[in-house]
C-alpha cells in the first residue's frame, strides 16, 4: 500500500511493497585550521588591548633584566653581601676591629674563594697563561692536604670551610701585587713586602683553621698553610 505525500517533502512507502533499500553517506572533509601559534598571540594580545587590558603585555626591559639576575643568584647561592664581608674579615684579621671573623669559617660557600682565586690568577698570567689552571689545581688539592692534615691532628673542620678560607685569604697576595709591580727594582723592600704578604695571609687563615683543639699541635698546621702561600707566591712571581 502506497500513500500520496500531502506536502511534496515525502514519499511513505510500505515495508511489503519497497525493495530493499542500501548506501552510503560521504562524510564531508572538514579541517579545522586554529592558525599559527604566533597568530594566536597576535589575536590573544588584540584581544586584551581591546577590553582595556594592554597593560599586563608591557614588559620593563629593566625590571626584567634585573628578576633574572635575581633569579640567577639565588640558583647559584650567591650572597654578594656575605661575600663583601668576608674579605674585609680576611683584609683585616686584627680581632680588635670588631669583625665577627668565624663567619668565614662557619659559613663557607664556593663562589667567593673561586673568584678570588680566579682575581689572584689572572694577575699572574702575564707571559706564563698555563699558571692559571695550576693556581686552582695548588688551591683545590692544597686545601685538600691542610683538611686531611686538620683531621688527622683532630680538628674538626670540614673541606668547604678548608676551600673557603684558603681561597679567600690569597686577597693579601693580590693587595701586595701591584706594590711589588713598583718596587721590582728595590730588591730589599720587595723581599720584606713579599715576606709581609705571605705573613699576612697565613695568619689570616691559620687564625681561623688553627683552633684551641689543637693545643701544642698548632705548628704542626701552621706551618703548612705559610709553606703553601709562599708557593702561591712563587707562581705569582716565577721565582
Known amino acids: ?28 572533509d572538514i579541517k579545522l585550521n586554529m592558525g599559527s601559534d604566533q597568530s594566536r598571540d597576535a589575536y590573544a594580545a ?9 597593560w599586563l603585555l608591557e614588559v620593563e626591559e629593566e ?43 662557619d659559613n663557607p660557600d664556593f663562589w667567593g ?22 693556581i686552582i689545581t695548588i688551591w683545590i688539592f692544597g686545601s685538600l692536604t691542610i ?4 683531621r688527622v691532628l683532630g680538628g674538626e673542620v670540614s673541606y668547604g670551610q678548608v676551600l673557603g678560607v684558603i681561597g679567600y685569604s690569597l686577597l693579601p697576595l693580590i693587595v701586595i701585587a701591584p706594590l711589588l709591580l713598583v718596587i721590582r727594582g728595590f730588591d730589599m723592600v720587595s723581599t720584606l713586602i713579599k715576606l709581609f704578604g705571605v705573613f699576612w695571609a697565613a695568619y689570616s687563615a691559620a687564625s681561623l683553621l688553627v683552633g684551641d683543639e689543637f693545643k701544642t699541635k698548632k705548628p704542626l698546621l701552621i706551618y703548612p698553610i705559610f709553606l703553601l ?5 712563587s707562581l705569582y712571581t716565577g721565582v
Open 229 to 233: 702561600y709562599i708557593y702561591f707566591l
Open 147 to 150: 683538611f686531611l692534615l686538620a
Open 1 to 28: 500500500m502506497q500513500l500520496s505525500p500531502t506536502n511534496g517533502d515525502f514519499t511513505f512507502v510500505s515495508s511489503t511493497d519497497a525493495e530493499e533499500l542500501s548506501g552510503t553517506i560521504d562524510a564531508p
Open 63 to 105: 625590571d626584567s633584566a634585573l628578576l633574572c639576575m635575581t633569579l640567577k643568584k639565588e640558583e647559584l647561592d650567591i650572597d654578594l653581601k656575605d661575600i663583601y664581608y668576608k674579605i674585609r674579615c680576611v683584609l683585616m684579621p686584627m680581632p680588635s676591629l670588631g669583625f665577627n671573623r668565624q663567619v668565614v669559617r
Open 46 to 54: 588584540t584581544f586584551l588591548r581591546q577590553r582595556g587590558y594592554g
Open 113 to 134: 674563594p673561586l673568584a678570588v682565586v680566579l682575581l689572584f690568577s689572572m694577575i699572574s698570567i702575564y707571559g706564563q697563561f698555563r699558571v692559571v689552571s695550576w
